[in-house]
């Protein structure tokens, strides 16, 4: 397999936007001699779901695009064509000379008009003062199924726990296995943060604990709790096929419906208010303030930090809340924006990608 492949499928939906302050480079919206080529506002939601697929058929033809941009812009370049448009992402980090300051991105489109609007917005999104190069090819036919069954493999987290698809048979019958169809959301265990927020949760849950994951995408946060001992796990995200995917992977898993709780929540995030439940038997349960002993966001920088406060409420004093999706470099605007809302915080990173976590301050509500 090339290079590392991410399949943090993320879309977008609405609003999320970050004001830069003077001196600082937050990878979110900044201004940029690219901003003239489209519309000066751009408001963006993140989602934990990818571009929707082709609806007339699995299989149809796509645009394979490859990028050559900065070394040290391209693991953020990735996420934000995932973000704008693109399929899939990929670095050629194997191909890479390493007295050369550029790496090549290989991404796919299912259509055409969308890749130089893509690029465009990603390259503007991340601060990038010129429009990277970049080549298109179009393919004939490609099997978006087939494809997904070929890369996601048996995924072992760490020691007994494993990710296993839908279509495959777990590593070790005697292990703690999460069955998974990702479908177009995050979550298979591959990528670094969803490896971190895993092993964060298998280290936290003892048992009989409420746990919120913020952006469920596939579900796998919320079921790997399940399985750990959670008592109930509620997962919210503002799209539908995310959703569907984690009532779909729970059910894989044999996971109660009353043991968890999946919501869709308005493009803000906010999850006061709720567009639709997918849960037989949710009576009395509620995504109040301060009702969860874990809390965790595994989205992106933007929203982490317009919706710091809205994060953190749900957690009970002295809780646990993470917040992960940022790379290391983007840690220090996280940490900054909930140091007055936690306390003890630590960070562990994998691969260049960071965990934040810390616990509740008691003052805050």
Not at 154 to 182: F, M, Q, R, S, Y
Not at 242 to 268: E, G, M, Q, R, W
Not at 305 to 331: F, N, R, T
Request: include cysteine; glycine fraction near 8%.
């Amino acid at each position: 397999m090339r290079g590392t492949h991410f399949f943090k499928h993320l879309s977008c939906i609405s609003s999320w936007r970050i004001e830069p302050q003077p001196g600082r480079l937050i990878h979110g919206i900044s201004p940029s001699p690219l901003s003239q080529r489209r519309p000066s506002s751009l408001f963006r939601t993140f989602s934990t779901s990818c571009s929707s697929p082709p609806t007339h058929s699995w299989t149809s033809p796509y645009f394979s695009v490859r990028i050559s941009c900065p070394k040290d812009k391209a693991d953020v370049l990735a996420e934000a064509l995932l973000c704008f448009g693109a399929s899939s992402s990929s670095m050629d980090k194997q191909g890479s000379d390493e007295g050369n300051d550029k790496i090549c991105i290989d991404s796919i489109f299912y259509d055409r008009q969308d890749v130089d609007v893509c690029i465009s917005h990603a390259a503007d999104s991340i601060g990038l003062k010129e429009l990277p190069s970049y080549e298109v090819r179009m393919g004939e036919q490609y099997d978006w199924i087939k494809n997904t069954e070929e890369s996601f493999c048996p995924v072992e987290v760490t020691k007994g726990l494993w990710i296993v698809p839908e279509w495959g048979n777990p590593p070790d019958a005697h292990a703690t296995n999460i069955i998974l169809n990702p479908g177009y959301t995050f979550g298979t265990g591959e990528h670094p943060t969803t490896k971190l927020c895993l092993l964060l949760l298998h280290g936290l849950i003892k048992g009989g604990e409420l746990f919120l994951d913020y952006g469920t995408g596939s579900g796998i946060l919320a079921i790997a709790a399940l399985k750990f001992g959670a008592a109930l796990a509620v997962g919210t995200d503002v799209d539908p096929q995310a959703i569907t995917a984690a009532t779909h992977n729970a059910a894989l898993n044999d996971i109660s419906p009353n043991k968890i709780h999946l919501t869709l929540v308005p493009p803000d995030g906010r999850t006061h208010e709720v567009v639709e439940e997918q849960n037989s038997n949710s009576v009395g349960v509620k995504t109040d303030s301060e009702s969860f002993d874990i809390v965790i966001a595994n989205i992106l920088l933007n929203p982490l930090l317009d919706l710091a406060d809205e994060i953190v409420s749900y957690a009970k004093p002295g809780a646990v809340v993470a917040v992960s999706g940022i790379i290391s470099e983007q840690v220090p605007y996280v940490m900054e924006r909930y140091s007055p809302l936690l306390e003890s915080i630590s960070v562990t990173e994998i691969d260049d990608w960071a965990c934040v976590r810390g616990r509740k301050r008691s003052s805050h509500s």
